[in-house]
């Protein structure tokens, strides 16, 4: 069974820095876009980054300049470098991954259970 397993989240101060890992773990085909979203208490989830199988990525504004999204392929590992960390950056922050199982499986979307960011002011 193939899962997404996120780690390290934690508490730090404003203007600190955090990196998340995501590892796909199982056996799988193949990867092809992943990335990383957020969901505050009371609010929706929203993207924060992705990045296709080749490298592209794809920024929402609120982290441009301050987040970068990287990945390993051999690892099947996402990476969400975030610096500069404001208190409004307090979330659980999900990864999630399009991926194929098998050959010849269309691509389906996973996600982790998420890890939990807090930065205090």
């Known amino acids: 069974q193939v899962r997404l397993v996120e780690s390290g989240g934690g508490l730090v101060q404003a203007g600190g820095s955090l990196r998340l890992s995501c590892v796909a773990t199982?056996?799988?085909?193949?990867?092809?876009?992943m990335g990383w979203y957020r969901q505050a208490p009371g609010k929706q989830r929203e993207l924060v980054a992705t990045i296709s199988s080749g490298g592209t990525t794809n920024y929402a504004d609120f982290v441009k300049g301050r987040f970068t999204i990287s990945r390993d392929n051999a690892k099947k590992t996402a990476y969400l470098q975030m610096n500069s960390l404001k208190p409004e950056d307090t979330a659980v922050y999900y990864c999630t991954a399009n991926y194929r199982e098998y050959y010849y499986e269309l691509p389906s979307n996973l996600w982790g259970r998420g890890t939990q960011v807090t930065v205090s002011s």
């Open positions: 199982g056996s799988l085909f193949s990867i092809n876009s």
